[in-house]
């Protein structure tokens, strides 16, 4: 690993300072860290925004889940609170990596690295998530803008991510056996009003399945979706697993979402 | 006294490897250390235009920048094949020269090609950056099935041919081919796979400029044949100034037999700058260098009657080899494999043809198992078909063909000296519940599911010997060991061995051996190995052979112990040495009941006098002193067999395939110590099973290999396997005093074919490769509900 400065400010404040566009923020530093160690990534200052004490905990209102960004993903999954306005939630941290992983790890780590396979933005879709940066806050469906790619500007902090709780939800993922991040998965949330099918692994970018969606808000069960094809165009495909075979799990796994909420 | 052998004494190791106190070579420092960083080629087959360290030289830290070219003018030789093998047309195998670092052409993404070292580890990584060489990239040769028909990646090698070998008889073969009702035929792929020992590969060289000695610490299954290659070979040092160590070694499965590149260049650098060095390979560096294992391709007929005799056997087999041959590369897949692709059965004739080729790949060579888990996949895929073919049951084919007289002649090479094939299956069916399968596959249709279940029997040969017969077939070496066994005056007792411990707990089960020969507590004794500056000589680790050839070594020294015990005893209690009982660690005159104990003993034997008498415990013609060594070559090979039997259950919606049920019942003779027995089929069928189910190593056609990391090669968890059920039978070896067998790598060598053969049941014989992931798995299920569709 090349040298750098390593910085730990006290606020938000203190840190978009030494922001630059030579700098990263850290907080687990679960993809930084090993990008930097094989020299994929090379910084002059390393922010760690661990000890800004405003950016962790859990805060649960009437109708939203309040996670503060560098909140870990062990923290979420033991949250009573969590568990039992969106159990959904819960049971996604708690399923993260391993328990290593899951004690370092950060939502708003996982959400501002938006990798096409992790768990937490197909919650964030599936939720109506909404990003409060230390500048504005950012609704999901704008805030995941492709692979690794967010609408993040250079320099701006994810401090929280709010859910809005919903009538029911269910995460489904099928784990890569080697890495466990998901080939694919399935966040299924059922609102007030609507349904919605996040998918994450499957393309580029987390999104939401519309189709699916649009059958499941006007008859939420399992039986809605029966038949309906699920395409592979514009799916991954890679050593793991086909674009074929991806769209065949969406489809699947939906389903066992569904029946599960 | 109890005897030890055979009881489950708690491992002596455990006490520091679970506090974290073993010592590793990573955790051996050397003051004024330099550390070392290699520069590798990026293609798997380039020419090297030139090499410009210049840069290097200037960064900051950087001590010395070395390369192919400095190595070739210090005539340091290369690494190795060691067994040389002759093709059916009697030209010998061709070998390339494989320098420490490549000089003129790099042949496999990862080859070195130089060498940084610097005052730090940063500081090294930094000058490794700045060498800059000059590639001209050549189309890479990586898939073993077009290497005879692509250009020659080494000069002097036509077709990328190593050999043609051929064991057995063409023509008998065809004669009972010829008289058969059936052929049953399969084509495999036996995957390749990366050995991932949980300690990467790792030297610290320390050079004595007084002495001129070279320290070599370095994760090596075997520290004296390391010597003795780097020695006679690479031209590094004389024996006499090379010391090399193996101290703690994390797991090495066959992937740290060779002496490789680094520790080569390291002991020959050390020398040239004086500095000590240090090098620990990253996780990618052994993903990419370690020896790979298997990768075979095989097409394979068996020829059987209607009603389930086996008549006839043949098996053409292409084996990669990787970009070089290395140490035990080239007899893997030629006496390693051949003769046991006959399986435990009685085969009239039969016939196996392997052609080696070189490829631009990583080297492969012996990994646990080491030819005969290719060769069980082989006959055992066969056998499962055959049963299918001719509507029999699947055990019931296999009983059939048995021998049941032992010595069994088996066709190809072996003479299996004890067995008893029949009582192995019949346990393990009796344990896996085998007549309750039926009532179980049906519930798992039920619930929407296949279920499936799989048997295999096999046998393997390990602990290779005799030395004269290994070496009249290729050997260049003899593989006997040695021990040494060396009481100290106030008797305590250090038992030296070449055989070397990387997870096989020797320090524990040698213990037990030297314990009961000798009658003291196992508490008195230690085992001495892993350092060529302590004990005789020794070949080390690997093929099964520690206990069966190394366990025999250390009871033949205890036995000349007692021996002259029973002398010095003799004289010390003034009666004839024939009146002398020893038992239990006591020397007993027969008519007296006078004793001395065996401490008593060695005590006289170093202290050999008393005040105001001269009087001597030391029989005439013997010397003072009490140590004794041997070096033991068996007689033959060692034979340990067994049955397994697997069940699965797949998902069809997903392909998933999990192992419900694993019964293993082996036959490995007397059994010294069953925890660390069983710990070892743990850790084969684990082996095994991730290379049915999980383990693939991928290139690329340009020969990058895909699968370099832990991210894209599935390395099986806990959770990917149930409760082994295990069972033993026991028939004692005729070929040691011991009547033991090897155990170390029969759990690799029958779970491939034992999990593929339920995966392929529960997919109605259809036929899959390994690994059988869960895509491979969904594809197959959606093609039998077409067909079952199209049927009905």
């Known amino acids: 690993m090349k040298t750098f400065n390593y910085h730990s400010p006290k606020d938000v404040k203190e840190a978009t300072k030494l922001a630059s566009s030579s700098s990263a923020f850290l907080a687990g530093g679960m993809t930084t860290i090993p990008s930097m160690k094989l020299g994929l990534a090379t910084y002059k200052d390393v922010i760690d925004i661990k000890n800004i004490k405003k950016l962790s905990g859990i805060k649960v209102s009437g109708k939203t889940v309040m996670i503060g960004a560098t909140t870990k993903h062990a923290e979420v999954a033991a949250s009573k609170d969590v568990s039992k306005a969106i159990p959904a939630l819960a049971k996604l941290a708690g399923n993260i990596g391993d328990a290593q992983v899951r004690n370092r790890g950060t939502i708003g780590g996982s959400i501002s690295n938006n990798d096409p396979s992790a768990c937490y933005p197909s919650a964030c879709m599936a939720l109506n998530a909404v990003i409060h940066t230390d500048k504005r806050k950012i609704e999901a469906e704008k805030f995941f803008t492709g692979m690794f790619e967010t609408a993040l500007k250079s320099g701006e902090i994810v401090e929280a991510v709010e859910f809005q709780i919903p009538e029911k939800a269910d995460y489904q993922k099928h784990p890569n056996p080697a890495s466990r991040y998901a080939i694919i998965g399935v966040f299924v949330a059922k609102h007030k009003k609507d349904v919605n099918v996040a998918v994450t692994g499957a393309k580029s970018c987390v999104y939401i399945d519309k189709d699916l969606s649009k059958k499941l808000s006007s008859n939420f069960s399992s039986s809605a979706i029966d038949g309906t094809e699920v395409k592979s165009s514009g799916m991954n495909s890679d050593m793991h697993a086909s674009a074929e075979y991806r769209a065949n799990l969406v489809s699947l796994y939906t389903k066992k979402a569904v029946e599960a909420c | 006294m109890a005897s030890l052998v055979g009881s489950r004494v708690e491992r002596k190791e455990d006490t520091r490897f679970l506090q974290g106190k073993g010592r590793y070579t990573a955790d051996i420092n050397i003051a004024n250390q330099t550390y070392a960083v290699f520069v590798r080629s990026p293609h798997a087959r380039a020419k090297i235009k030139s090499v410009d360290t210049s840069k290097a030289l200037k960064s900051s830290g950087v001590v010395s920048v070395l390369t192919g070219k400095e190595i070739a003018e210090d005539k340091i030789g290369g690494l190795i094949a060691g067994w040389a093998i002759r093709s059916e047309d009697g030209s010998e195998m061709k070998v390339p020269g494989n320098p420490p670092l490549a000089k003129d052409v790099a042949n496999f993404v ?129 024996e006499n100034k090379l010391r090399v160590v193996a101290p703690d070694v994390g797991g090495g499965f066959g992937s740290k037999i060779n002496v490789y590149n680094e520790e080569i260049v390291c002991s020959w650098a050390s020398k040239k700058i004086e500095r000590p060095i240090k090098w620990v390979a990253e996780r990618t560096e052994s993903f990419l260098t370690d020896t790979h294992g298997r990768d075979h391709i095989t097409h394979a007929e068996l020829a059987v009657t209607k009603d389930g005799k086996f008549l006839g056997f043949k098996n053409e087999t292409i084996a990669n080899l990787g970009a070089y041959a290395r140490v035990f590369a080239t007899v893997t897949p030629t006496y390693l494999f051949g003769p046991c692709a006959t399986g435990v059965y009685v085969i009239p004739a039969a016939y196996s043809n392997v052609k080696a080729v070189y490829t631009n790949t990583a080297p492969v060579d012996a990994y646990r198992g080491a030819g005969r888990p290719e060769a069980t996949y082989t006959i055992e895929r066969l056998v499962e078909k055959a049963a299918l073919e001719l509507g029999m049951d699947k055990t019931e084919i296999r009983m059939k063909n048995f021998p049941t007289q032992f010595p069994f002649k088996q066709t190809l090479v072996h003479t299996v000296d004890s067995g008893d094939y029949v009582a192995g299956l019949e346990k393990a069916k009796q344990m896996a519940d085998y007549a309750g399968f039926e009532a179980r596959r049906k519930k798992s249709e039920a619930n ?345």
């Open chain 2, 110 to 238: 990862g080859e070195p090609i130089a060498v940084v070292f610097a005052e730090t580890l940063d500081e090294a990584k930094e000058g490794a950056e700045k060498v800059k060489v000059d590639y001209k990239v050549l189309k890479a040769v990586v898939d073993p099935a077009d290497a005879m028909k692509s250009e020659a990646i080494h000069d002097g090698v036509d077709k990328n041919l190593c050999y043609d070998w051929l064991l057995g008889d063409r023509k008998a073969v065809d004669e009972a081919f010829s008289k058969a009702d059936k052929i049953i035929k399969v084509d495999l792929i036996n995957n390749r796979l990366v050995p991932n020992a949980m300690e990467p590969r790792a030297c610290v060289v320390d050079y004595n400029t007084a002495s001129e000695e070279i320290t070599l610490y370095t994760t090596s299954q075997n520290p004296h044949l390391s010597r003795l290659v780097m020695s006679a070979f690479g031209n590094v040092a004389p």
């Open chain 2, 448 to 792: 929407g599911k296949l279920r499936g279940i799989g048997v295999s029997s096999y046998f393997e040969a390990c602990g290779i010997a005799p030395s004269a017969a290994v070496m009249s077939l290729g050997c260049g070496v003899g593989l006997w060991e040695s021990a040494e066994v060396r009481f100290n005056p106030t008797g305590q007792i250090s038992v030296f061995t070449g055989a070397h411990s990387h997870g096989q707990s020797h320090d524990t089960t040698f213990a037990q051996i030297a314990a009961d020969e000798l009658g003291v507590p196992m508490e008195n004794i230690d085992v001495v190995h892993g350092d060529t500056d302590k004990g005789t000589f020794g070949m080390g680790t690997y093929g099964s052979r520690s206990l069966t050839v190394g366990g025999i070594a250390i009871v033949n020294a205890c036995k000349k112990i007692i021996a002259k015990g029973k002398r010095v005893a003799a004289k010390m209690l003034e009666v004839n040495e024939d009146e002398i009982e020893f038992k239990d660690g006591e020397f007993v005159a027969l008519k007296s009941n006078k004793k001395k104990t065996i401490g008593e003993v060695a005590f006289a034997c170093y202290l050999p006098g008393q005040r105001d008498e001269m009087k001597s415990p030391i029989p005439e013609g013997d010397e003072p002193g009490l140590i004794e060594s041997s070096f033991y070559d068996p007689p033959n090979f060692s034979f340990p067999a067994g049955s397994h039997i697997c069940e699965v259950e797949i998902d069809p919606d997903t392909g998933n395939v999990k192992v419900e049920k694993y019964t293993a019942v082996d036959d490995f003779g007397r059994i010294v110590n069953p925890n660390i027995v069983e710990g070892q089929v743990h850790g084969g069928l684990a082996q095994g099973i991730g290379q049915a189910l999980h383990e693939n190593t991928q290139y690329d056609e340009t020969g990058q290999l895909m699968t370099a990391s832990y991210m894209d090669y599935t390395m099986p968890r806990a959770d990917n396997f149930p409760d082994f059920n295990l069972g033993f039978t026991c028939t004692h070896a005729t070929s040691n005093p011991l009547g033991v067998k090897g155990c170390g790598e029969a759990g690799a060598i029958a779970s491939p074919p034992t999990v593929m053969n339920a995966v392929i049941d529960a997919l109605g014989g259809q036929e899959i490769s390994m690994p059988a992931t869960a895509e491979k798995v969904w594809r197959a299920c959606k093609a039998m509900k077409k067909s079952k569709a199209k049927a009905a």
